[in-house]
């Protein structure tokens, strides 16, 4: 499937390198899929409604061009072909352009659903109480196990969808998150979401202290955040050559993706 990589949120965050919102647009013969959104027009006219505090933090440009629907629209796609949005979990900066999606099915793991929706903690209401707009849509719930990607146990191939789309359950920053699997043809790209922030959890490097700090203070479980951590970058530094891997806000990540993918992207 061609796989294209789209920039749908720049970040400034405080005292923190540039940050993006990586999106892979996939086109399969089953119409378009998008994993993850960024941030829809919505969110770009109403920051304070629909993103809320958080954006002091992390200080999205929110520039409507960068919408997923402003960007599908440039590159020639109708949005109406957009059939399927596979989400890695359900924060503003992941969900907010599915909104301009209206016909779109959305596919989560239960765990998230459950986390957003059926029994948040206070904590859990506080983070997706802007995203109560996502449960008149129609969103699928997956329950991933069984089915091991590259060591990953528990691991849904979306065959309803597409196959070659895999959906790995990996909860630790959020109760569902997933990190989503892509067959790209010459190359496997990995969204890890965010599994992890910065490429120095992967690489051993130094990872800036505002993003150790947001991805720490957001974890919904630290410490399986950290084993995330490790498994991941056991991974990555086997640099296998059929396997891009990249999560959602890494600037460094997302250019690497996205030069070294077909070359028509
Ligand atoms: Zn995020």
Not at 20 to 38: A, F, P, R, S
Not at 58 to 75: G, I
Not at 245 to 264: F, G, M, N, Q, V
Request: charged letters at 25%.
């Amino acid at each position: 499937m061609k796989v294209h990589h789209l920039n749908c949120g720049t970040m400034h965050p405080v005292y923190g390198p540039e940050c993006v919102c990586h999106v892979l647009l996939v086109e399969t013969n089953n119409g378009l899929v998008l994993i993850d959104t960024g941030f829809g027009i919505d969110d770009c006219a109403d920051p304070k409604g629909r993103v809320g505090p958080v954006r002091f933090v992390t200080r999205p440009v929110f520039e409507s061009t960068e919408a997923p629907a402003h960007q599908l629209d440039r590159m020639g796609f109708r949005r109406d072909d957009v059939r399927h949005i596979v989400l890695t979990h359900l924060d503003t900066d992941h969900v907010g352009g599915a909104a301009d999606f209206p016909n779109a099915q959305i596919h989560v793991t239960s765990a998230e659903a459950v986390a957003a929706f059926a029994s948040p903690t206070r904590a859990e209401k506080v983070r997706y109480g802007r995203q109560h707009w996502v449960k008149d849509r129609d969103v699928v719930e997956h329950d991933p196990k069984g089915e091991a990607w590259r060591g990953f146990a528990a691991a849904k191939e979306l065959v309803d969808i597409a196959s070659g789309i895999v959906l790995i359950s990996l909860p630790g920053h959020s109760r569902g998150h997933a990190c989503i699997a892509v067959d790209a043809g010459h190359r496997w790209v990995l969204h890890c979401g965010d599994a992890f922030y910065h490429y120095g959890s992967l690489d051993g490097t130094h990872v800036p202290r505002t993003l150790w700090a947001m991805e720490t203070a957001v974890a919904f479980d630290r410490k399986k955040m950290g084993d995330n951590h490790a498994r991941l970058s056991e991974l990555y530094n086997q640099a296998e050559p059929g396997l891009c891997i990249a999560p959602a806000h890494d600037l460094k990540l997302y250019e690497r993706a996205k030069a070294t993918a077909e070359p028509s992207n």
